[in-house]
Each structure stands twice: as C-alpha cells, then as structure tokens.
C-alpha cells in the first residue's frame, strides 16, 4: 500500500527565512510526486512535481529515492506563502488514473 | 478558459436521505475524479471516470456512486446518508491517462448531514 507522511502539521518561520516541508513516502514502485497548494478561500492547486525538475514561486523539491523523500524547500519565504501544502503520490503504471494519495497537508504561516 | 465547476457549493442533509453532486470539468478534459476531505482523514480518493467509464476506485462503500455523462461532466451520488459522510467533496479534472499529468480541482461542494 502506498502511504504519504507530512509529519509537521504546522510550520511558521519569518520572512526571508528558509522554509522547509518535509513529505515522506511509502510505494515500492517508481512514484510520480507532486506538491499540491491551497492559498486561502482558493482552490487547491499543482504547486510542482518532480518529474519537471522546475522552480515555482521560489520553491523547489527533489525527490531522493534512497530516503523516499521529496521535501519542499525556498531559501526566502515569503508573506505570500501561507498556505496549507499537501505532498500527493501517484503510481506509475496504467491503473491509477486520477488517484493521488494525499499526506494530511502542512499549514505553512510566513510571520512578517 | 473557466475551470472546474462544482455544485451546489453547500448542501445541508438528514441521516438516510440520498444526495447528487455534480461536476463540469475543464473543457477538453474528459478525466473526472473525486475526493472526499475531512479533517481528520484529510483527502480520499473516490473514483474516477474516463469517457464514461469508471477506471479507478478508491476504498468507500457502494453507498457513494459516480457517472460521467458523453461531455464528460459527472455526478457522484452518496445514497443512505451517514453523519460521517459530512465532508467537502472535491473534484478534479484532466485531460486522462498520462504520467505526472497535472489534476485540476474544484472549489467543492460542501456537504453536512444532519
């Protein structure tokens, strides 16, 4: 069974301080992983993933296969990025279309 | 392009009565799935429809049941409400079967069940 863990359930820094969510998965195949946010009274939307390897908004994450980690990192947080993130797995593979497993997300607060 | 549009947002239930959410996707989208968020469970995976066929299903009772229509709208019905179905029902669409595709969601319909 495939299983995501955001083990911070709340995260606060200041601003221009590094930010770090930390995201921890559970699948014996080869994972795609994506980052998901939602910005107050919005929806939730693709914050990145990691097969695009980009930079959005400053964050960035990689994915290390040998700690089953894809952390959540920007060097500078900003007010603006308060925010609830969720960690999301999808199987690879055809029979997991639309199925993402989500972690319990991690409610970000950036103090001005 | 407008996006994905759920209603009604707030539907407010008895215990045992039946009710039927619906979902436009994306135009040109023609996957559809849903998610039921609470906070103690967080975001469940429901079902998924592809060109109105059912794909993929998550670990729910046959109470909660789903259909996509030939525009590729969908409606996700719960029969025999319970108190913990209260929940935001999400749904989210895309284009359907690719690797590392990208899920649109919607604002959600909120249920309560009283």
């Known amino acids: 069974a495939q299983r995501v863990t955001q083990p911070e359930k709340l995260l606060s820094v200041f601003k221009g301080a590094p930010v770090e969510l930390k995201c921890n998965y559970s699948?014996?195949?080869?994972?795609?992983l994506f980052w998901y946010v939602q910005y107050s009274r919005q929806r939730l939307q693709l914050l990145l993933r990691?097969?695009s390897r980009e930079s959005i908004k400053g964050f960035t994450a990689d994915l290390n296969k040998g700690e089953t980690s894809f952390h959540l990192k920007k060097p500078f947080a900003q007010e603006e990025d308060s925010a609830m993130y969720y960690c999301?797995?999808?199987?690879?593979?055809?029979?997991?279309?639309?199925?993402?497993?989500f972690g319990q997300g991690t409610i970000l607060t950036v103090h001005p | 392009k407008a996006g994905v549009t759920q209603t009604p947002r707030y539907l407010i239930k008895t215990r045992g009565q039946q009710v039927t959410l619906s979902c436009s996707p994306i135009?040109?989208?023609?996957?559809v799935s849903w998610y039921q968020q609470t906070p103690g469970q967080g975001l469940q995976f429901l079902f998924e429809?592809?060109?109105?066929?059912?794909?993929n299903k998550g670990n729910f009772p046959g109470r909660f049941s789903g259909r996509q229509f030939s525009n590729s709208r969908s409606e996700m019905n719960v029969s025999t409400l319970e108190l913990g179905d209260s929940a935001l029902y999400l749904c989210?669409?895309?284009?359907?079967?690719?690797?590392?595709?990208?899920?649109?969601f919607g604002s959600g319909t909120q249920l309560s069940v009283l």
């Open positions: 999301a797995l999808k199987s690879s593979g055809g029979t997991s279309y639309g199925k993402l497993t």
């Open positions: 990691h097969i």
């Open positions: 699948y014996s195949g080869s994972p795609e």
């Open positions: 135009s040109g989208h023609r996957s």
């Open positions: 989210a669409s895309s284009l359907g079967g690719q690797n590392n595709e990208k899920l649109f």
């Open positions: 429809y592809f060109s109105e066929t059912q794909r």
